[in-house]
């Protein structure tokens, strides 16, 4: 048979959103492939030009549909430091707790989807159930599920309701004993590691090369890992391990994600007990009118706001369950932000596919490009 | 004991003619006579054999459903009829009203009778597998032969459809389920002649009822196993169910059928699922043979033998499903390395340890078995 | 903290091929057999506590986790006879679905703009509630929202006051008014006087008060304005801005009182 390419999406059950892979195969074997992108652009980076601050949070969570937590931390951040406001701490304790259920909550995703793809369908199903536990524990402190509006400039919406610390402790241990069960359905199935072992290899110069980020850098040996190399919110405070693998193959990435759920739950029961015994305010002191909860700006006010308000710009990067992830916001002292710039760590993942697809089967690519953990959402944004 | 679907269909015959003749003027008296009542029973054999073993099948397809979901940790279909047996009707009458979209550039004939054929070939295998003594077409000395060769049919149909239908998905999933079927087609043949080897006969009724006092699956261990594997494949089933790996081919060889073929081709996909299965009992599990300390009134029951191969069946069935539950799918080049490199010479031993069996065959392990060795 | 060693080897490894994987989905299947996790939707609840229980116990799962359903952000439920038509929802919306439009007051027999709320456009993102100083435009645990035509996803202030008179369980969160508020303050020598900030002042915390009429000099020419000027009670004030937006001199504005 000669070369063909073939359009694996944009509908296409591997893709798991709304992407192009187009691969030119020999027989079974990949010899070039193309990653194509923008099918979900909805110009959030645009229309946030165009809201308030806090309004630009409900765009953030429709950003990444796995890790809208993740992403509204991300924007938070960089405007609180556009906007020169500092959040209490107890607020911060709460962002990193949230972030971590989110990263829990998106590998557990990552896993489900992940062994969907190489046709186990039943850890699929323990896999979302799992997350069911997590976006009730989001439910049950922010009100959603999935676009949870949570945070704020200047701290979080609302303090957690009470008896929320025992029922997180439960889901923890609860969560702790599925991994051990979603190890043995996976590492434990000599076809898995067939499948697995060995396949889209990335070594560590390529990934920096590429701009490769996240449990895929990690999984090719380098520790590099936001949370500690450049600590936001509470992660300076709060004791973990970097997870990280050698090998730089698919089941390398498997482990450091698997390892790195195991170190959220270490870090979210650290939090939990800081949180029992710090009370406090979990919204800043000094935000003006026009930011801090619960209203919006209203009239013909702004020519003076501007005159009142610092300007500023604020960068901000955080280690987000795909990658790393940044964001830039320019204040130009006005009611929206002027400028919100966004850098998503699955753009330069998957743009990357050539690099670790060619010279592989077809059959490989589900497990591979499900091992680089896809959210088009945040991709296209 | 002996009441056999053929009598069965023939009471029935006789009575419908019967009936027919006592209101028809004396010249029409001649319908009951005996080679039309022979020719109506034979067509309500074929019905009946048919009615029930589609019926099954599709029993087969909710067994799997609720099994699977309960091995993930939900309950499967459950709201029509009762625990949602009705599913898979209300699925074929949907299914049934679809129109079937041809692409423009497939080819016409390929496309219409790939389906077709696939499901005609796999139903064939109904009338010639019994479900207990009597209770199939008759008398074949070759019955097990001429079963595997229609079984082997499939990858012929398949292929024709997949080419056909004028799809890269289709075609690549075409190809691997050719490469695949060819490849375990040898080691399943090979094990089977562990079993001809030891029963001495090609006949299943033979081999089921040599397999009264002990199944050849306790001392034909590696032939069951080497058997399950390859038919596995011959099902394709997870883990080998890459021909149509839904994660990078879309749905394989069926990719661009809709409506009523895919309904046959799904069908077929059962009703294969369901034959391999029958095989596993009829050729290693003893068929209908009841074990010995079954009470004679249990035993003595006419359909008695029928529920006791179901049953076998059904938990057959229900081992691959667990495979299904637990395992994911391999690729198309470990698949056949392990089909070519490892199936095949532990099918060969299976043969050589048949025939230390039948060498054996008065060793006291075995106990002095009459029958053994043919 | 340094970084953990690498993981060279993983510490779960195959036994006979496939045996653990087997092994746990049978597992899985015994549990599953008494009592699978899911809920039978219709029929039983999440927001039920009786079932989460149940699924809880059954499923071994840890108890009592959604049991904070009041947050839920589900649809709204408005008390008409509180809201004091501020035009706040309206105003935070980030989906502009929030319309104000005059439907008749319980007591007064009056019309007053309430919010009519969009469904289809909504994203439940809870800015409105928030930002509601009467608490009478809240969230509900109702989240069964569907419709076959497009206007009936529309839900008008008497159709939300419906959802407010079933007494479902309404989000308990009321967040706090932020300390340091800024107020309305005057520019004194724009203002006219002309009343309009006081007339539609929801909570009639405008009070025009009379200023002393100036004195003019020879061949000065006093401006053509009311003699009064409005003074806010910054404590009945919510902060809605409406006074803001229909001064026609565009004379009050944002400030912090010095």
Request: glycine residues 8%.
């Amino acid at each position: 048979m000669s070369e063909m390419w073939i359009n694996m999406g944009p509908q296409h059950p591997m893709t798991h959103g709304l992407w192009n892979l187009r691969v030119k195969i020999d027989g079974e074997l990949i010899v070039d492939a193309d990653p194509e992108m923008g099918y979900l652009h909805r110009g959030i980076e645009k229309i946030s030009e165009d809201r308030h601050y806090n309004e630009v949070v409900t765009l953030m969570d429709r950003c990444c549909y796995v890790a809208g937590m993740s992403w509204e931390h991300l924007y938070i951040l960089a405007s609180e430091q556009a906007l020169s406001i500092a959040p209490p701490e107890r607020a911060e304790y709460i962002r990193t707790m949230a972030d971590e259920f989110q990263r829990l909550g998106s590998h557990l995703m990552w896993y489900a989807a992940f062994v969907q793809d190489l046709g186990l369908m039943s850890p699929f199903l323990y896999g979302m159930r799992d997350r069911d536990l997590i976006l009730d524990l989001f439910q049950s402190f922010t009100g959603a599920r999935m676009t949870y509006e949570y945070m704020r400039v200047g701290g979080v919406r609302n303090d957690l309701p009470p008896g929320f610390t025992d029922r997180a402790r439960k889901v923890m241990d609860w969560l702790v004993d599925r991994f051990r069960e979603y190890d043995a359905l996976c590492l434990g199935s000599d076809i898995f590691r067939k499948r697995c072992d060995g396949l889209g290899v990335l070594s560590q110069a390529q990934c920096v090369e590429l701009g490769v980020t996240g449990p895929m850098l990690r999984s090719a040996g380098s520790s590099r890992d936001l949370r500690k190399d450049r600590p936001y919110s509470a992660y300076d405070r709060l004791e973990f391990d970097v997870a990280r693998a050698d090998a730089g193959d698919v089941t390398a990435r498997y482990l450091v994600r698997m390892e790195e759920m195991r170190q959220s739950v270490r870090i979210v029961r650290q939090i939990l007990d800081w949180l029992d015994t710090h009370p406090g305010p979990v919204m800043a002191e000094r935000v003006p009118r026009w930011l801090g909860a619960p209203y919006a700006p209203i009239g013909r006010e702004d020519y003076l706001l501007k005159r009142r308000y610092p300007k500023g710009v604020g960068f901000s990067a955080i280690e987000e369950p795909h990658g790393e992830a940044q964001a830039y916001v320019v204040n130009e002292g006005g009611e929206h932000p002027y400028r919100v710039k966004f850098r998503s760590p699955v753009f330069a993942n998957l743009s990357a596919a050539k690099h670790y697809l060619v010279g592989y089967h077809v059959a490989d690519i589900p497990p591979i490009m499900g091992s680089v953990d896809i959210c088009v959402g945040e991709c296209d944004r | 004991m002996t009441v056999t679907l053929y009598s069965v269909a023939q009471s029935i015959a006789q009575a419908i003619l019967g009936a027919i003749a006592s209101v028809l003027p004396p010249a029409g008296r001649g319908v009951a006579s005996a080679p039309v009542v022979t020719g109506l029973a034979v067509l309500l054999f074929a019905a009946i054999l048919l009615v029930a073993s589609m019926l099954n099948t599709i029993v087969l397809i909710w067994f799997e459903r609720k099994l699977l979901g309960r091995f993930m940790d939900r309950r499967g279909a459950m709201h029509v009829g009762f625990a949602g047996i009705l599913q898979n009707f209300a699925d074929g009458l949907k299914l049934a009203r679809k129109d079937t979209v041809r692409p423009r550039e497939a080819d016409t004939l390929g496309f219409w009778t790939g389906p077709t054929a696939y499901l005609v070939t796999s139903l064939i295998l109904f009338g010639i597998l019994p479900v207990s003594s009597g209770w199939n077409s008759g008398v074949l000395p070759l019955s097990l032969l001429l079963a595997l060769a229609i079984f082997s049919f499939a990858p012929l149909f398949i292929f024709v459809s997949a080419w056909s239908s004028n799809n890269k998905y289709s075609l690549m999933g075409g190809m691997r389920s050719a490469a695949q079927m060819i490849a375990y087609e040898v080691p399943l043949l090979l094990s089977v002649v562990a079993v001809v080897l030891v029963s001495g006969s090609f006949d299943l009724t033979t081999i089921v009822e040599q397999q009264q006092n002990y199944w050849y699956g306790g001392p034909l261990l590696l032939a069951l196993i080497v058997f399950v594997a390859a038919m596995l494949a011959e099902m394709e089933r997870i883990p080998f169910d890459l021909p149509e790996a839904e994660a990078e081919l879309v749905e394989g060889w069926n990719t661009e059928y809709g409506g009523m073929l895919f309904a046959f081709f799904m069908l077929s996909d059962y009703v294969r699922a369901l034959v391999g299965s029958y095989l596993v009992v009829l050729l290693f599990l003893g068929g209908w043979t009841m074990p010995t300390w079954v009470p004679s009134t249990l035993t003595s029951f006419p359909l008695a033998g029928i529920v006791w191969f179901m049953i076998k069946t059904y938990i057959v069935f229900g081992v691959f499903v667990w495979v299904r539950a637990a395992l994911p799918r391999v690729r198309t080049d470990q698949l056949l390395r392990v089909g070519w490199n490892r199936m095949i010479p532990l099918a060969l031993l299976s043969v050589v340890l048949a025939a230390g069996v039948v060498y054996a065959k008065c060793l006291p392990v075995f106990g002095c078995v009459p029958g053994l060795g043919g | 903290m340094s970084a953990a060693a690498p993981k060279e080897k993983p510490s779960t490894n195959p036994i006979l091929w496939v045996a653990r994987p087997m092994a746990t989905a049978a597992r899985q299947f015994a549990k599953s057999l008494i009592r699978p996790s899911t809920i039978v939707y219709p029929f039983e609840r999440l927001e039920d506590p009786k079932f989460r229980e149940e699924v809880a116990v059954a499923a071994g799962k840890p108890l009592g986790v959604g049991a904070v359903w009041d947050n839920y952000r589900g649809v709204h439920a408005l008390n008409i006879a509180t809201c004091i038509s501020c035009n706040l929802c309206a105003f935070s919306c980030p989906d502009v679905c929030i319309q104000m439009v005059a439907v008749p007051d319980a007591q007064t027999k009056r019309l007053k703009k309430c919010p009519e709320i969009d469904y289809g456009k909504c994203s439940y993102c809870g800015f409105c509630s928030d930002a509601c100083p009467e608490g009478c435009l809240t969230m509900t645990t109702r989240y069964e929202l569907s419709a076959t035509k497009r206007a009936d996803m529309i839900y008008s202030p008497e159709k939300l006051y419906e959802v407010f008179q079933r007494k479902l369980p309404m989000n308990p969160i009321r967040l706090e008014r932020p300390k340091n508020e800024d107020a309305i303050l005057l520019d004194a020598p724009l203002c006219i006087g002309c009343n309009a900030c006081a007339r539609d002042c929801p909570t009639q915390c405008i009070t025009m008060l009379d200023i002393p009429k100036p004195t003019p000099k020879p061949g000065e020419k006093l401006p053509r304005r009311i003699w009064k000027e409005p003074v806010v009670n910054d404590s009945d004030c919510v902060r809605c801005g409406t006074c803001i937006s229909v001064c026609p001199k565009e004379c009050l504005f944002w400030g912090t009182h010095t």
